[in-house]
């Protein structure tokens, strides 16, 4: 079983900065992606924010590049999102996905929890 883990979230005023951690855990599990999504308000559909695969491939949506970056930390399995020059319309909860192998075994997408960024003066 995998569980995913997102942190870092809470209130920033326009044009700060937050970095979101998400840790992937499972005995064996390697990631071959981690996603950050976001969804706001909770009946819209999460969107792609940026994506990151075990080779170092990112991708990032329009509305973030150049401000937002994706990144491999030391630790196994954890992945950073700098966020800089925040905006109010990132105001979301932003959710990270894991996808990866466990042994044998193809692990399809996991969600963690989501966490709140709140970007207002």
């Known amino acids: 079983q995998v569980q995913v883990v997102e942190s870092g979230g809470g209130l920033v005023q326009p044009g700060g900065s937050l970095r979101l951690s998400c840790a992937a855990s499972?005995?064996?599990?390697?990631?071959?992606?981690i996603v950050w999504y976001r969804q706001t308000p909770p009946w819209k559909q999460r969107e792609l924010v940026a994506r990151i695969t075990n080779d170092n491939t990112t991708t990032y949506a329009d509305f973030v590049k150049g401000r937002f970056t994706i990144s491999r930390a030391n630790a196994e399995n954890t992945v950073y999102l700098q966020m800089n020059s925040l905006k109010p319309e990132d105001t979301a909860v932003y959710y990270c996905n894991a996808a990866g192998i466990m042994g044998t075994m193809i692990i399809g997408g996991t969600w963690g929890q989501g966490i709140q960024v709140t970007v207002s003066a």
């Open positions: 499972g005995i064996g599990f390697v990631f071959t992606s």
